[in-house]
């Protein structure tokens, strides 16, 4: 659960979750935005599900302000696989811009960082400033092969980039996950 917020300002608090079930013996993942009520019901007011044909789920959802203009952007990072095999799944980051009364349909931008070949994997990721602008970048942690941290920027177009990648030599040899943080 990320949050809460009141994007919308109008005083009822707002969240965002990554949540999974099973459809049909399938299971699947999202993204949902909930706004709460003066009752304290949680009302669904945006949701994202992986693409028809995309074997993957979310790893999960931030609220950032990625551009500098005071609002902040949703970012989901998912692992997916573009042609169904599981041997191959790639992380790849979306963001979502916040209009005056939700997210857009459509991703703002999003980046596949696999290479196509190998099994990459996504473990969790972080936003933070890392050069004191005004706007926040995102830490991304890569499983095997890769096994490190990958520091994601917008360009000057609005497009997601990578702009270090970190692989220390003490992790390029081992089993298990790799996790990063950003303290901010």
Same mark, same amino acid.
């Given at each position: ?7 919308? *300002? ?5 969240? &965002? $979750? ?21 009752? *304290? ?7 994202? /599900? ?6 993957? $789920? ?14 902040? /952007? ?6 997916? $696989? ?14 979502? =811009? ?9 991703? &703002? ?7 196509? =070949? ?24 890569? *499983? ?12 000057? /177009? ?13 992790? =390029? ?6 996790? *990063?943080? &950003?303290?901010?």
């Amino acid at each position: 659960m990320e949050g809460t917020f009141d994007l919308d *300002g109008d005083g009822q608090y707002e969240f &965002a $979750s990554v949540e999974f079930d099973r459809i049909n013996g399938h299971s699947i993942s999202m993204i949902r935005y909930y706004e709460i009520d003066i009752d *304290g019901f949680q009302n669904l007011t945006w949701e994202l /599900e992986l693409p028809d044909g995309l074997l993957g $789920s979310f790893v999960g959802v931030r609220l950032a302000d990625l551009v500098g203009d005071g609002v902040p /952007e949703l970012i989901a990072v998912a692992n997916l $696989s573009e042609n169904g095999d599981e041997t191959i799944l790639q992380p790849i980051i979306f963001y979502y =811009k916040w209009h005056d009364d939700g997210f857009g349909e459509t991703p &703002a931008g999003f980046l596949n960082l696999g290479d196509e =070949k190998y099994f990459v994997r996504c473990n969790n990721f972080d936003v933070f400033n890392l050069d004191n602008d005004d706007d926040q970048e995102i830490l991304l942690s890569l *499983g095997s092969p890769l096994r490190g941290l990958s520091l994601i920027d917008l360009d000057e /177009e609005g497009n997601l980039t990578m702009i270090e990648r970190l692989e220390p030599s003490a992790l =390029k040899t081992g089993i298990g996950f790799v996790y *990063g943080v &950003a303290l901010d």
